[in-house]
């Protein structure tokens, strides 16, 4: 496709839930990059691919954040046992050039609330 | 450690005014510069950048950014806002080394008035 798509645009879970959020990138880009955005403006980054191989994941929490991109699949970003601190808006962002995140196209977020 | 920061929380003006959001940052040398616009509900966009070269960035919507590497600042203006220009403005940082992360300012909200 010609955007970045996320699915879905909400996800309410209770707390303890597990939660998975999906990412398809643009046709033809081969980075991936996942953000999340809490307090409204604070942006983290979490987590970066090449193809189906993870770049950098210095950002991630990783007790509980896992995250994938499979040949013909969508990316996912998926948190075992929310907690309520998770809540916040997950971008994820496909580059094609070897700029990578400086070329990247930001799809229009994931609201997840953890309850 | 890079940062980003971005003084202005909220910014008000007149449809028709000029605008200047600023931006200033942290780096040992001149890093990649950017500004995105988040509207509500949507996605960022991205409205210029600077890797190099001339100082003065011409980005979409008639925006454009000034690096000035004494100042460490990358200010975004605008001659004259309208209404649709409403949003949250983010500036950010990519390292030339390491372009895998973004590292954001906490962003300024424009609000437009008639």
């Known amino acids: 496709g010609e955007e970045v798509a996320q699915t879905p645009k909400h996800l309410v879970r209770g707390e303890g839930q597990k939660a998975k959020l999906y990412c398809a990138p643009i046709?033809?880009?081969?980075?991936v990059f996942w953000y999340q955005q809490v307090l409204k403006n604070e942006f983290k980054f979490l987590i970066s691919?090449?193809?189906?191989?993870?770049?950098?994941e210095t950002g991630m929490p990783k007790e509980r954040f896992s995250a994938k991109c499979l040949p013909n699949s969508p990316c996912s970003l998926e948190i075992q046992a929310t907690k309520l601190e998770d809540s916040a808006v997950y971008f994820c962002a496909s580059s094609q050039s070897e700029s990578r995140s400086t070329e990247a196209f930001f799809g229009q977020g994931t609201r997840l609330t953890v309850v | 450690a890079q940062s980003v920061t971005q003084p202005d929380i909220h910014i008000t003006v007149s449809e028709g005014a000029s605008l200047e959001l600023r931006c200033n940052y942290s780096y040992g040398a001149t890093p990649y510069l950017f500004w995105y616009v988040q509207s509500p509900g949507q996605g960022l966009q991205l409205l210029l950048k600077?890797?190099?070269?001339?100082?003065l960035v011409q980005g979409i919507k008639g925006f454009e950014a000034e690096f000035k590497r004494s100042q460490s600042s990358f200010n975004l203006r605008k001659p004259s806002v309208h209404w649709s220009d409403a949003a949250e403005y983010f500036c950010?940082?990519?390292?030339?080394?390491?372009?895998?992360?973004?590292?954001f300012g906490t962003g300024t909200r424009l609000q437009v008035f008639p």
């Open positions: 600077y890797f190099s070269g001339d100082t």
């Open positions: 950010a940082v990519a390292a030339p080394y390491n372009t895998d992360k973004l590292i």
């Open positions: 691919f090449q193809n189906e191989n993870v770049f950098d």
């Open positions: 046709k033809g880009h081969s980075y």
